[in-house]
């Protein structure tokens, strides 16, 4: 017999209990899927190949840009300008670093000459006999003769300074004026190179007795001696204004060429050439300015000669 069911039981309705058993059926199994990985894996219907894991697509790194290649950098004709440009820098540097050198040892023989005359002006402090002589010395010596002594001793010091001083400036101030007598030497070559590139041969024509007269004329324009004006121009090292001087003289004092009657027989050998030979010929070098006036000053040029030659001098001088 079964055991009678208790009185105090409540039977509940067979849709709860259904109900109660799929809700404890879906927590059960959600917490095995959550405990094993495996139970996470999508089932693939039958047939279906394997799907691989794919990883994420990786991007690319890009390269860097290459650095603009400069054209100039192959070009020899750049790196000379480059060299030039630096060199002459350095140049000016090296001018006034010894420019301002030289003014340096030029304030210092002067501040030392000065120091040498405040020195000598001076007058002669009150000798204090007890700084030099002991109580007793003085006593048997006497005043007088230990001043003169100690007078005695102290120019004898002086002359030494003195000496020192000379021995020390001189060298100095022979450097200076070495210094400047260099400097001088080279700027009145560069003026002299500057000249004989504007006007070759000016040498020969400098000498002439007909150019020192005509420098003792007055110009008319300024009113004073062109030798004085020639002088201004020389003062300042232009060498394009005195080429000009030169030019001017040489314009000035331009023969006109003979008037020769026509004819075969007139005048042969002398017939001045036409303006296309002295063309050919081209401007005149600094020997051949100096050969013409020497020649000139000798009378050994013909008119011919002379009006070739002064066509020449207008065409301009080949670089």
């Known amino acids: 017999m079964q055991a009678s069911t208790a009185k105090n039981e409540t039977r509940l309705p067979r849709a709860v209990l259904r109900r109660s058993a799929e809700l404890r059926e879906r927590f059960e199994n959600r917490d095995a899927t959550e405990t094993d990985p495996a139970a996470t894996n999508t089932e693939l219907p039958e047939g279906a190949p394997p799907v691989e894991a794919t990883k994420p697509e990786e991007t690319p790194i890009a390269a860097a840009p290459a650095a603009p290649v400069d054209p100039r950098e192959n070009d020899l004709e750049y790196w000379k300008q480059k060299a030039k440009s630096a060199a002459g820098r350095l140049t000016k540097v090296a001018e006034e670093n010894r420019a301002q050198v030289e003014g340096l040892q030029g304030a210092i023989v002067e501040l030392q000459e000065q120091i040498r005359s405040l020195q000598a002006s001076q007058p ?9 002589f002991t109580p007793e010395q003085i006593d048997q010596f006497g005043e007088d003769q230990c001043t003169m002594m100690l007078a005695g001793a102290e120019k004898r010091t002086r002359e030494l300074l003195q000496s020192t ?5 001189k060298p100095l101030r022979e450097q200076r004026q070495q210094e400047q007598q260099r400097a001088a030497a080279d700027k009145k070559q560069e003026f002299l190179d500057a000249l004989e590139d504007a006007f070759p041969g000016y040498e020969a024509i400098d000498n002439r007795d007909d150019w020192k007269a005509w420098l003792a004329e007055e110009d008319p324009d300024a009113g004073i001696d062109r030798g004085e004006i020639l002088n201004r121009h020389i003062q300042r090292f232009d060498a394009a204004k005195v080429a000009a001087m030169f030019t001017k003289f040489v314009q000035a004092t331009r023969r006109e060429p003979p008037v020769v009657p026509r004819g075969t027989g007139a ?31 000798l009378n050994k040029v013909t008119a011919a000669e002379r009006v070739e030659f002064e066509e020449r001098l207008k065409l301009s001088p080949v670089r």
């Open 267 to 297: 005048g042969a050998g002398n017939e001045p050439p036409p303006p296309r030979a002295a063309a050919m010929k081209g401007h005149p070098t600094a020997k051949e300015i100096r050969d013409f006036y020497t020649r000139s000053a």
């Open 165 to 169: 001083i000379d021995a020390e400036i």
């Open 124 to 132: 002669a402090p009150a000798i204090d006999l007890t700084a030099y």
